[in-house]
């Protein structure tokens, strides 16, 4: 698997979120949830009277691939009896949301596809351990599955801040950013979440 993060997740995180599948369920189906109301959210944000097609063409894809996500989350719980809470947070999407720049539209925009293709770029990484571990076949099939999608979304997000802005100063944002994910990743709390982090 060629990603470039540059800490790599434990097996040992798989193993113990997928103690609680359940509750791992849910962190993820609020995921797809966030992950499709963003793309949507980024839809209008290009900068500019004119937009390109391929913009909306782009993000209206990636939000529907999101909600199909989502509904197929949703009836795996349901078909567990499960239920989804009605609220969620995501530590680890906040901090790299934080690190999005204000001021320069286009700086603003190359930061929040880049957060995004971080996100996607790390739950990709997520899905294929636990597609590895899981003893569930049903999970192991889920899991599977999305890693294409995650993996095609995180390379879509990086593509698109080089339509804002030059892919040198796309690269060099990038190198910053992932080094800053490394940090926020290893500092999330452990528990049955797609983002977080092993325990001691």
């Not at 359940?22 to 499709?36: G, Q, R, S």
């Not at 839809?43 to 913009?55: A, C, N």
């Not at 739950?123 to 571990?133: D, K, T």
Request: hydrophobic share 45%.
């Amino acid at each position: 698997m060629d990603l470039p993060l540059l800490i790599l997740t434990p097996r040992t995180w798989a193993v113990a979120a997928l103690s609680d599948p359940m509750a791992l369920l849910n962190d993820h189906f609020h995921l797809e949830k966030k992950a499709a109301t963003s793309a949507l959210d980024m839809m209008g944000r290009w900068q500019g009277d004119v937009v390109p097609i391929r913009w909306f063409n782009l993000m209206s894809a990636i939000a529907k691939d999101e909600t199909d996500h989502m509904k197929l989350i949703a009836k795996l719980i349901s078909k567990r009896h499960g239920t989804c809470s009605k609220m969620h947070a995501n530590p680890y999407a906040g901090a790299l949301r934080r690190l999005v720049r204000k001021g320069t539209a286009t700086q603003e925009l190359m930061d929040r596809l880049l957060v995004s293709a971080l996100i996607e770029l790390r739950s990709c990484e997520r899905f294929q351990l636990l597609a590895e571990v899981a003893q569930d076949v049903e999970l192991q099939k889920l899991y599977v599955g999305l890693w294409a999608s995650e993996r095609g979304h995180y390379l879509q997000f990086f593509d698109a801040a080089s339509w804002v802005m030059p892919p040198s100063v796309v690269a060099d944002r990038w190198a910053t950013m992932l080094e800053e994910e490394s940090v926020i990743i290893q500092s999330q709390l452990p528990g049955p979440r797609i983002h977080s982090w092993v325990g001691d």
